[in-house]
């Protein structure tokens, strides 16, 4: 039985992705409040797998996280690309015409704008999940109350789906990174089937530096399929460069890191593992 510490309860986007990604699998989850908590926990327990959101095809990189991995001394050992999709629900006894308010994420009820724009009476209530909503409309019997969150949610919640799939957006993904101590990563991930790797580097405030290392990495035949720079805190105009890439050759991948050593500054593999 694999230990996965996702962020969130049970029925959020999280867990989805998890038993996912395991599918057919025995997982046992571990519900934290915060990322940093999920790190925590891989932390104090290496057997311990966490899986965390990186990255909206709407809302963007989720940049803490970012820094949360390059500190964290974890690996990535997989990825998991998750279709996200929303549903309204509310208490057994309720419906459209006894529904006054609708809680869930801010991000959850941005991506149903316009749904949510065809029932003008009704409140939008930011929260602090989306499962979590559910769980609270249930657990605390608020009547007149919806939640926006997954339908999986929802009926695990005992909670009535009012309407599915109200996502404005269908084609909206979250990817998620599975990550690991190094010391078991190993055993989660061959990797001679790795063809992806992530890394991290910082380069000198030079002219041409970071064209230079992109130059080097097409000229291995690397494919660059992400970059996302975060500013150095304390150093001006200093910028860490968060770099996806993908490759069919692992020598002449292993030689163009040997290659841009020398360019960069700090530089880091976080993890090399299957891409999806």
Not at 47 to 70: F, Q
Not at 134 to 147: S, V
């Amino acid at each position: 039985m694999k230990r996965i510490a996702i962020q969130g309860i049970i029925g959020s986007f999280h867990d989805i992705a998890a038993h996912q990604f395991y599918e057919g699998e025995q997982i046992q989850l571990i519900c934290c409040q915060t990322f940093e908590e999920v790190f925590e926990k891989i932390k104090e327990d290496p057997t311990t797998i966490g899986m965390l959101a990186i990255e909206n095809t709407i809302a963007g990189s989720l940049l803490h996280n970012y820094e949360l991995l390059r500190d964290s001394n974890t690996t990535i050992v997989g990825e998991h690309k998750l279709h996200i999709q929303h549903s309204i629900n509310c208490l057994p006894e309720d419906d459209w015409d006894t529904i006054e308010e609708v809680h869930s994420h801010p991000v959850a009820l941005m991506q149903c704008r316009n749904f949510l724009s065809k029932y003008p009476h009704i409140k939008a209530v930011e929260d602090e999940d989306t499962a979590g909503s559910a769980e609270k409309i249930k657990r605390l019997h608020k009547k007149g109350c919806a939640a926006i969150c997954h339908s999986d949610a929802a009926r695990f919640y005992g909670m009535k789906v009012l309407e599915d799939a109200i996502e404005d957006n269908k084609h909206n993904y979250t990817r998620f990174l599975v990550v690991s101590n190094p010391m078991k990563a190993d055993f989660l991930r061959p990797l001679n089937e790795a063809d992806k790797a992530s890394l991290v580097f910082s380069l000198p405030h030079e002219e041409g530096s970071l064209s230079k290392v992109l130059t080097i990495l097409s000229f291995y035949g690397i494919n660059l399929t992400k970059i996302q720079s975060l500013p150095v805190i304390g150093h001006e105009w200093e910028y860490m460069f968060y770099v996806d890439v993908t490759y069919s050759d692992l020598i002449r991948y292993r030689q163009s890191i040997d290659a841009i050593i020398p360019l960069t500054k700090e530089l880091k593999i976080l993890g090399e593992y299957k891409g999806k």
